[in-house]
Nanobody, 124 residues
Framework: QVQLVESGGGLVQAGGSLRLSCAPS????????MAWFRQAPGKEREFVAA????????FYADSVKGRFTITRDYAENTMYLQMNSLKPEDTAVYYC?????????????????WGQGTLVTVSS
């Protein structure tokens, strides 16, 4: 099993920045891909960004390209999502996810482990 703990959410004005963190623990050697998804009220959970844990290939949703950056720090065993130029439509609960499979990073059904979520609210 892998446990995921997110942190870093909060309230920010439009145009501002936030950094989310996700620290995996447990059988982390089994993780191939880690990602961020988000879910706004009344909407489905959607892909935001993903990173292959070894190799570091990254993937982004079109809606966040150029504004969000996903990284991982081996020494800290932590994944980050730097969010800049935030918009009100970025308001959502952000979830950290991890997959044991080296597969489609965009498909939420491919992820085996999920964090509890952290709320990001962007005011206009």
């Amino acid at each position: 099993q892998v446990q995921l703990v997110e942190s870093g959410g909060g309230l920010v004005q439009a145009g501002g920045s936030l950094r989310l963190s996700c620290a995996p623990s447990g059988r982390t050697f089994s993780v191939y891909i880690m990602a961020w998804f988000r879910q706004a009220p009344g909407k489905e959970r959607e892909f935001v960004a993903a990173i292959r844990w070894s190799g570091g290939s990254v993937f982004y949703a079109d809606s966040v390209k150029g504004r969000f950056t996903i990284t991982r720090d081996y020494a800290e065993n932590t994944m980050y999502l730097q969010m800049n130029s935030l918009k009100p439509e970025d308001t959502a609960v952000y979830y950290c996810a991890a997959s044991r499979s080296n597969t489609d990073p965009y498909d939420r059904d491919e992820y085996h482990y999920w964090g509890q979520g952290t709320l990001v609210t962007v005011s206009s």
